[in-house]
């Protein structure tokens, strides 16, 4: 099955600096990759998602970027803000027939620093 | 819209004592419908998946079940529970292979 490693595990970064997470995973069917922010009690919402046929997607001030030779995935906030602050858990999926089983990384704690 | 609901919202139940959670999504037809797991300071782990009434897929082997009497209902349950079961239970649903939306979550102290 599919393995995910995420680091790091926690980043503090001072407020206006950028924000570098990245993952990589194991199965070379993997083709969806979601990024998904988890506040202290709430629940994950997705951010940002890639498709194995695209290198790089950007969102204001969150980007992704694939590469699919090296088989990792990365997440990038430029401009961090406080409200950035949150555990941010990156995943990846192969199809499976008609469902998506997500394997997700240990998650990065992210403090932004005012 | 759709809307995706939990409940309860949080549970103590005692060690051998049974379970049964909830989640219901409203707004949407035959979805695709998970149940994870989040234990204290960890990442999700998927433990059910199901893309239709009756049909359960599961992925860890541990004594919990779950079900699918309903196109938009998904129900975790247990006989007993275990220490081990304490955590933070999300469901998710989806539009067949498409994004996952999580709902509120369940938190589960086990004593």
């Known amino acids: 099955g599919e393995n995910v490693e995420q680091h790091p595990s926690t980043l503090s970064v001072q407020e206006g600096d950028s924000a570098v997470i990245k993952c990589t995973y194991s199965?070379?069917?993997?083709?969806?990759f979601p990024w998904y922010k988890q506040e202290l009690g709430k629940r994950p919402q997705l951010i940002i998602d890639?498709?194995?046929?695209?290198g790089e997607k950007k969102d204001q001030r969150i980007a992704v970027t694939l590469n699919k030779t090296a088989k990792h995935f990365s997440l990038h906030i430029t401009e961090t803000q406080p409200e950035d602050s949150a555990v941010y858990f990156c995943?990846?999926?192969?199809?499976?027939?008609?469902?998506?089983?997500?394997?997700f990384g240990s998650g990065t704690q992210l403090t932004v620093l005012p | 819209s759709q809307t995706i609901h939990q409940w309860p919202a949080t549970l103590v139940q005692p060690v051998g004592s049974p379970l049964s959670l909830e989640c219901t999504v409203e707004?949407?037809?035959?979805?695709?419908l998970y149940w994870y797991r989040q234990a204290a300071g960890r990442g999700l782990q998927l433990l059910f998946y199901?893309?239709?009434?009756?049909?359960i897929s599961s992925e860890v082997p541990q004594n919990l079940s779950a079900s699918r009497p309903q196109d938009r209902q998904f129900i975790l349950s247990s006989k007993k529970l275990l220490l081990s079961d304490s955590g933070f239970y999300l469901c998710?649903?989806?539009?067949?292979?498409?994004?996952?939306?999580f709902g509120p979550g369940t938190r589960l102290l086990v004593l």
């Open positions: 707004g949407t037809s035959n979805p695709n």
């Open positions: 199901s893309v239709g009434i009756g049909q």
């Open positions: 998710a649903w989806s539009v067949r292979h498409e994004t996952q939306y």
């Open positions: 199965d070379s069917a993997s083709n969806y």
């Open positions: 995943a990846a999926s192969p199809v499976s027939g008609s469902a998506r089983q997500l394997t």
């Open positions: 890639i498709r194995s046929n695209v």
